[in-house]
Every structure is written in C-alpha cells, then in structure tokens.
C-alpha cells in the first residue's frame, strides 16, 4: 500500500452521482468517498486520501480527499453551451462530473449545441469550477457523423501516424525477396479464414492427419521481421499498444503498409510467418509441438459465413471446392477440442455480442447479436491451442515472458454470487475455493434454458479481468496452467513483444544480458498493454452506448420483453434480445414503492410483495433514449 506521511494514495474513479472510489494497489479495497469529501479531484486524478470510516459489514472503507498529486484529464469533448458574457462545456463522459466554464475569448466561435474539444487551462479549486478553451469545433451535437470522431478526441487518439513512422513505413518493401533459413511452406495447403471485412489478416492456418494423430499448424505474420525494437514504428505500437475497433472503424496500431500490406497474410502473396505445428490425438491431448520460422502463401482467404455454409449446409462458394475435405476434418479436431476443454474445466460463457451496423452517414441501420458459427470456434479453439502451446514452451525454458493471465475470483464476489445462485435456486453448491469446474457446472446445468444468459453474466462478473503479465499466473478461465496472446502481432503490441523474443531464441541470440533486458522491457509492456486494453474496450463500449441509444430513439413507445441483468437501489437494467440494455428506474415503478433488498438483490414492492429478481422476464415500453447521457430508461407494462 502506497502512503505519504500516514495517507494513501491512489488513481480516483469517479461516478457520474457525485460520489467516488480510489483505486489502491492490486489487491486491496477500493476506498469509498462520498460527494462531499471528492474535493477537487477528477477522474483519474492521482489523489491522496485519508479513511475516516473504516470496513465493516461487507461495506468499503469510507475516505475523503486530502490532496490531488496529479491531474490526469487534460481534454474533455462536451456540448458547449452560450451564456451572454461566457459559455460552459457540458462533458459527455458523465465521470467529469461538474460543467467547465469557458471564458468569452476562448470560445473559439463555438455556439451553442456545438459539440467541441476543450483543452482544460485551469483545474477546479474550492468552490470554483475549471476553466477550459475551444480547441476544435466537431459538429452540431446531433449530427450521427459527429459521434465518431468525439470519442476519438476523448480517448485522444491519433488517427495518423506521425510523420518519422509514416516515412519508415513507406520504405518497408511489399514483397519478400530470399527466404533464408526460414522453412518453405509455400507448396501446402495453408488458408485463413475471417470476416467478410477484415484486412488485417494475423493467423493462417493447415490441418493434416496420420493413422494416429492430427498435425495443426497455425501461421502467424511474423511482425518482428519488420519492426525492429526501438525503431519509430515500434515505439508507436508500444505507445498505442493494440488496434481499436470503433464499430466499422479501425484505429491500428501499426501503419497500412504493414497492417494491410507486407503482414497481412493475403491470399497468392508470400509472407513470413512464424509457425507452430501441434500433434494432438484423438482425445485432445497435446502429443508434441515444434515453432520455427517460415514462409507461407495463403491458398484463400475463407470467411467465416462461407466455411459455416459449407460445414452445416452442405453448400459450397467457387473456389472452396478443393478445401471442402481439410474443412471437414478441421470441424473434427475443433469438436474434440471443445469436449478436451470441457473436461478440463474452461468456461464457456457463450454471451451474445451486439452486431451494429451503420449506412454511409455513420447512422444506425440496424442492431443484432453476432452469429458464433462453427466456423468462428473452429479458429477460436486452433488460436486457443496456440497460445496455450507457445505460453507452456517460453515457461518450461525460463526465458522472460509476457503471458495473458486471469486470476482465482475475489472471494467478496464468490459470496455474492452464492447469494444470487441460491436465490434461484440453483441446485450446484459453490465450494468454498471455487475451481473453474465448479462455475462450468453451473453454466452446464442451465444450458439452453431461459436462465442461461442471465447466469453466464452474473459469473461473468464475478471474474477478475484477464491482463497481461510478466509472472505466469495461470488463466482461470481457460483452467490452463499456460497462456499468452501470440496470434494477433498486427493489432495487439504483447504479441509483437514475445514474437521478438521467439525469432532470438530460434535464432540462438538469447544470453543472459538480453533475458535481463527482456525481463525488464516485460514488467513495461504488460502493464503498458493492460492499460491500453482496457481503454479501447471502454472506447468500443461508448461508441456502442451511443449509437443504442440513437437506435432506440426511433422506438419510443414501443414494448419489448427483456431480462433483468442486474438490480441496483435506483432500479433494474432490462437487456433486449438484441443486446440493448436500459434502466426501469423505480420512478418508473407506478404500481408500489420498491425497497432495495441488497442481501438478496432484488427490488420488493413495499405493499405488494411483488419482486424484482435478476433473470426475471419484464415487458417494457421505452421512455427516453439519451445519447449524451448513454442512457435508455423504460417503464413496466
């Protein structure tokens, strides 16, 4: 725990009702503080703070700010709003949670209901708010082409690369000229199969089998070929540290002449790759495994729609027709690969994806949940056995790593998922140290019955979230001792790390002096990379936000049937078969006045006794859609 002179610190979280957290070291409480006590600290201040209510009853440490370390907000995109001699900026990231004043001369021409980016020049003090200044105009607050580009500035991130990157990228040549030591796989069936819109295309795959066995091979691009540590273009991935997926936009995190052009493992065009090939038997068993540099060439580049077509409709696009076979036998070792997982104890939740899609003015046209198709687990479980394969070979050899972890469940946790399992009435009884098994069975028992969504969410957040490490810790989730993310170099900066380090140790370059520099540039890139994830997941999730609730706005009034997800003291969040989320507040509860139960998590009626549980069907009629407030509120029919 970090202290100066008897205080803590940590990084304040705030919420858009007043109140906040500070986040301390892995592992310890967060630290409540209530509206009075945030002082002047925004969110993700460094902050320092004291406890004046300890722990008791279940219930966090009480504290209030003592000082602000370190400011951490420095632009805001929000709605600017005119007065006669001064204007204001209302935030749209609901942590920032007062109006920042913006003085008449640096208003920038902005009017009223322009959405804009302000630079922050004063931060609050006392009783005084912070003072900004416009430093661009994005668009009118409800034009739908503006959502885009407004979470891109909040998030600051770049859309083009500087210019020393953009340069070096322009001399990497598009086409390998000598092959080297590397193993010639040009000649064997090797293919990718994606979505119908990818470009940057990381993983190739080849299945073969013999009397006993089958012999995957999975093909990654071998990024670390062309970008050389400490080169502009890899200090640019590091800084940037994965790909962003905005709906039907990319942020990459490296330049299009390598994300699109020489890495890409296109179809008829020869790229490096490193390979692993995995001997597994007809139980799923790892047998044997064998990395080595290569080159392929992609025979096609399948989709996932296509394979699924022909794998469970029989029906074959031009141009499958000679793959039709290994196809068959990939499904094989796919299905054994999930009964292996099974048996073992993965968790399989299973949760629907939202499909948003939107026409050329970035509008919503539509809103689904993504397919997951054999064809989608098919590369879900070769990638899986990869990872797992690459993570078990650098751990056995003790050579320094970054390996994706994901730890035991918080026991806080565990409890209040026994309370809501016993609340349903749930027949499986949680151990007291929960193995993955034990969630497994529980998902098993509930499998294909209404409950089933429900109960994936709720253990799903009872999860710690994955990240990446120095220190191999296991992955829970997977109930594998070994893991590490090696098949995606082109978006995800880890991977290109331990790529680096594969291609010294298949090249003997590997002493002592380097294990030392990589275990120190492992501790940097783990926590860099963990950090930079979880900032695009919330980026991803904001733009989603909005655009619902655009979609929603074209359906006040109308009823749908959904599923309470959770249950808070304010209300119920409703989840649509679509995947729309939305709040039933109690205001919005005529018939009785509801009580919050927190032991059992439910709402109650106070004179009807009628209850409110998670997994409850509800039908609803939306109320409103907020896309500045990322907020849907329905009302009970």
Same mark, same amino acid.
Do not use: W
């Given at each position: 725990?970090?202290?100066?002179?008897?205080?803590?610190?940590?990084?304040?979280?705030?919420?858009?009702?007043?109140?906040?957290?500070?986040?301390?070291?892995?592992?310890?409480?967060?630290?409540?503080?209530?509206?009075?006590?945030?002082?002047? %600290?925004?969110?993700? !201040?460094? +902050?320092?703070?004291? #406890?004046? *209510?300890?722990?008791?009853?279940? =219930?966090? $440490? &009480? @504290? /209030?700010?003592?000082?602000?370390?370190?400011?951490?907000?420095?632009?805001?995109?929000?709605?600017?709003?005119?007065?006669?001699?001064?204007?204001?900026?209302?935030?749209?990231?609901?942590?920032?949670?007062?109006?920042?004043?913006?003085?008449?001369?640096?208003?920038?021409? %902005?009017?009223?209901? !322009?959405? +804009?980016?302000?630079? #922050?020049? *004063?931060?609050?003090?006392?009783? =005084?708010? $912070? &003072? @900004? /200044?416009?430093?661009?105009?994005?668009?009118?607050?409800?034009?739908?082409?503006?959502?885009?580009?407004?979470?891109?500035?909040?998030?600051?991130?770049?859309?083009?690369?500087?210019?020393?990157?953009?340069?070096?990228?322009?001399?990497?040549?598009?086409?390998?000229?000598?092959?080297?030591?590397?193993?010639?796989?040009?000649?064997?069936?090797?293919?990718?199969?994606?979505?119908?819109?990818?470009?940057?295309?990381?993983?190739?795959?080849?299945?073969?089998?013999?009397?006993?066995?089958?012999?995957?091979?999975?093909?990654?691009?071998?990024?670390?070929?062309?970008?050389?540590?400490?080169?502009?273009?890899?200090?640019?991935?590091?800084?940037?540290?994965?790909?962003?997926?905005?709906?039907?936009?990319?942020?990459?995190?490296?330049?299009?002449?390598?994300?699109?052009?020489?890495?890409?493992?296109?179809?008829?065009?020869?790229?490096?790759?490193?390979?692993?090939?995995?001997?597994?038997?007809?139980?799923?068993?790892?047998?044997?495994?064998?990395?080595?540099?290569?080159?392929?060439?992609?025979?096609?580049?399948?989709?996932?729609?296509?394979?699924?077509?022909?794998?469970?409709?029989?029906?074959?696009?031009?141009?499958?027709?000679?793959?039709?076979?290994?196809?068959?036998?990939?499904?094989?070792?796919?299905?054994?690969?999930?009964?292996?997982?099974?048996?073992?104890?993965?968790?399989?939740?299973?949760?629907?994806?939202?499909?948003?899609?939107?026409?050329?003015?970035?509008?919503?046209?539509?809103?689904?949940?993504?397919?997951?198709?054999?064809?989608?687990?098919?590369?879900?479980?070769?990638?899986?056995?990869?990872?797992?394969?690459?993570?078990?070979?650098?751990?056995?050899?003790?050579?320094?790593?970054?390996?994706?972890?994901?730890?035991?469940?918080?026991?806080?946790?565990?409890?209040?998922?026994?309370?809501?399992?016993?609340?349903?009435?749930?027949?499986?009884?949680?151990?007291?140290?929960?193995?993955?098994?034990?969630?497994?069975?529980?998902?098993?028992?509930?499998?294909?019955?209404?409950?089933?969504?429900?109960?994936?969410?709720?253990?799903?957040?009872?999860?710690?979230?994955?990240?990446?490490?120095?220190?191999?810790?296991?992955?829970?989730?997977?109930?594998?001792?070994?893991?590490?993310?090696?098949?995606?170099?082109?978006?995800?900066?880890?991977?290109?790390?331990?790529?680096?380090?594969?291609?010294?140790?298949?090249?003997?370059?590997?002493?002592?002096?380097?294990?030392?520099?990589?275990?120190?540039?492992?501790?940097?890139?783990?926590?860099?990379?963990?950090?930079?994830?979880?900032?695009?997941?919330?980026?991803?999730?904001?733009?989603?936000?909005?655009?619902?609730?655009?979609?929603?706005?074209?359906?006040?009034?109308?009823?749908?049937?959904?599923?309470?997800?959770?249950?808070?003291?304010?209300?119920?969040?409703?989840?649509?078969?679509?995947?729309?989320?939305?709040?039933?507040?109690?205001?919005?509860?005529?018939?009785?006045?509801?009580?919050?139960?927190?032991?059992?998590?439910?709402?109650?009626?106070?004179?009807?006794?009628?209850?409110?549980?998670?997994?409850?069907?509800?039908?609803?009629?939306?109320?409103?859609?907020?896309?500045?407030?990322?907020?849907?509120?329905?009302?009970?029919?």
């Amino acid at each position: 725990m970090k202290k100066n002179n008897n205080l803590l610190i940590g990084t304040f979280i705030s919420n858009e009702r007043g109140f906040g957290f500070v986040e301390l070291e892995e592992g310890e409480s967060d630290i409540f503080i209530p509206h009075e006590n945030v002082k002047s %600290a925004m969110n993700g !201040d460094i +902050v320092s703070c004291r #406890i004046i *209510k300890d722990a008791e009853g279940g =219930k966090r $440490a &009480e @504290g /209030k700010i003592v000082d602000v370390l370190k400011r951490n907000v420095r632009i805001v995109v929000g709605t600017y709003k005119k007065s006669k001699n001064f204007g204001f900026v209302i935030p749209d990231d609901r942590k920032v949670l007062e109006d920042i004043y913006i003085p008449k001369n640096s208003r920038n021409k %902005a009017k009223s209901n !322009d959405r +804009v980016v302000i630079e #922050i020049t *004063k931060y609050p003090i006392e009783n =005084k708010k $912070a &003072e @900004g /200044k416009v430093i661009e105009i994005l668009g009118k607050t409800d034009d739908t082409n503006v959502d885009l580009i407004s979470i891109i500035r909040a998030y600051n991130y770049k859309t083009k690369f500087p210019k020393e990157v953009q340069k070096e990228a322009s001399l990497i040549p598009q086409v390998i000229h000598n092959i080297d030591d590397r193993v010639d796989l040009r000649n064997k069936e090797i293919f990718t199969i994606d979505g119908d819109d990818t470009k940057d295309i990381d993983d190739a795959i080849s299945l073969e089998k013999d009397d006993e066995d089958y012999i995957l091979g999975v093909h990654i691009a071998d990024v670390s070929e062309y970008v050389r540590e400490g080169t502009p273009i890899d200090k640019e991935a590091s800084q940037r540290g994965t790909s962003v997926y905005l709906i039907d936009t990319v942020i990459p995190m490296l330049p299009r002449e390598l994300s699109n052009g020489i890495c890409s493992l296109n179809p008829k065009e020869d790229r490096y790759a490193l390979s692993i090939d995995i001997r597994v038997d007809k139980e799923g068993n790892i047998v044997s495994k064998k990395i080595y540099k290569s080159v392929i060439c992609s025979q096609i580049q399948m989709t996932y729609n296509n394979v699924y077509k022909i794998l469970e409709k029989n029906e074959i696009e031009k141009g499958y027709e000679k793959h039709v076979a290994t196809l068959k036998l990939m499904k094989e070792l796919a299905t054994i690969l999930i009964k292996k997982r099974e048996t073992i104890g993965a968790i399989d939740f299973e949760l629907p994806e939202a499909k948003i899609v939107l026409d050329e003015n970035d509008k919503v046209i539509s809103i689904g949940e993504r397919e997951m198709t054999i064809a989608n687990k098919i590369i879900e479980q070769f990638m899986v056995l990869a990872n797992e394969c690459v993570a078990a070979f650098f751990n056995e050899k003790q050579i320094p790593f970054i390996y994706r972890i994901h730890e035991t469940p918080d026991e806080d946790k565990i409890q209040k998922l026994k309370v809501f399992l016993n609340n349903i009435n749930c027949t499986s009884i949680l151990p007291d140290k929960v193995q993955p098994k034990d969630l497994q069975k529980i998902i098993k028992e509930y499998k294909g019955k209404e409950e089933e969504k429900v109960i994936s969410t709720m253990i799903l957040r009872t999860m710690r979230l994955a990240k990446y490490s120095n220190e191999n810790l296991g992955h829970f989730g997977l109930a594998l001792e070994n893991y590490c993310h090696f098949t995606s170099p082109i978006r995800r900066y880890p991977d290109l790390f331990i790529h680096r380090i594969i291609s010294d140790y298949l090249l003997k370059n590997i002493d002592n002096k380097k294990k030392t520099k990589y275990g120190r540039l492992a501790v940097k890139y783990a926590d860099m990379s963990s950090d930079t994830e979880r900032t695009a997941e919330e980026a991803e999730r904001e733009l989603e936000k909005i655009k619902m609730c655009e979609y929603m706005q074209e359906h006040i009034g109308e009823e749908f049937e959904g599923i309470i997800s959770s249950i808070t003291s304010f209300g119920a969040f409703i989840e649509l078969p679509n995947a729309i989320e939305g709040l039933l507040h109690v205001e919005n509860m005529q018939d009785d006045y509801y009580n919050f139960d927190e032991v059992n998590v439910m709402l109650i009626g106070r004179h009807s006794k009628k209850t409110y549980k998670i997994g409850d069907k509800v039908k609803v009629k939306v109320l409103s859609a907020d896309k500045f407030l990322r907020r849907i509120d329905f009302e009970v029919q």
